[in-house]
């Protein structure tokens, strides 16, 4: 497990943060399709908080892409590197989230986060945020649709309907089980709208959340149990 400090120069307040990504967004890349659904590796990153300690763990866990085994994983502990503020969140995750991808040992292909990409107010959540830090191909599948609004997707897996701002498409409510609560899909960095669904049904086979997902969530909350057990 790797421990991780926050940066030297982190933004400190909400108009630094907010500075910080206005000057990133730029960098997004929305025109290349990203890495075909099935192939090379796709890995999921999430994290676990204990506000109290002030001390977050992270997960990554890479899935061979076509057959959803695991092929690595890794963890990461460090301290809350920002407060909680909505539209700000990645500025908690970011240091940690990329330590944990640093400590792979093998490239992680596709990332896939657990919140949203362009779905964002300020359309730079965390999943273009990283993608634009680690230059990696990203998409967000978050669990539900932050400020944004949709119709209800056809009950069919597959089936989906415009994630909107206003008459915007950020992202898409994606049905990945039949007539179960969709997932909502948006674009990180390098990849189109088309593919971050396609990836999302063939991480899905058999529950709503990505394969991706369930397993880093699974691994980053027992890494913060280790991290914040009382020594005997």
Known sequence: MTTVRTPAGWPATE???RAVQDELRARVILDEPGPPPGTGH???VDVAYDDELDVMAAAAVVLDAATLEVVAEATAVGRISFPYVPGLLAFREIPTVQAVLDALPCPPGLVVC?????????RFGLASHLGVLTGL????????PFTFSYDEPDPARGA???LLSGTEEVGRAL???EAVKPVFVS??????????CAHTLALTPSYRLPE??????ALCRRALREATAPNE
């Open 212 to 217: 991706t997902t369930r397993r880093a969530d």
């Open 15 to 17: 108009e630094d943060a």
């Open 160 to 162: 989906s309907s415009p």
């Open 175 to 177: 049905r990945t089980r």
């Open 137 to 144: 191909p990203t998409i967000g599948v978050a669990k539900n």
């Open 114 to 122: 657990d919140g949203y990409g362009l779905a964002h107010p300020r």
């Open 42 to 44: 796709v890995t999921g």
């Open 187 to 196: 674009v990180g960095h390098r990849v189109t709208l088309d593919n971050a």
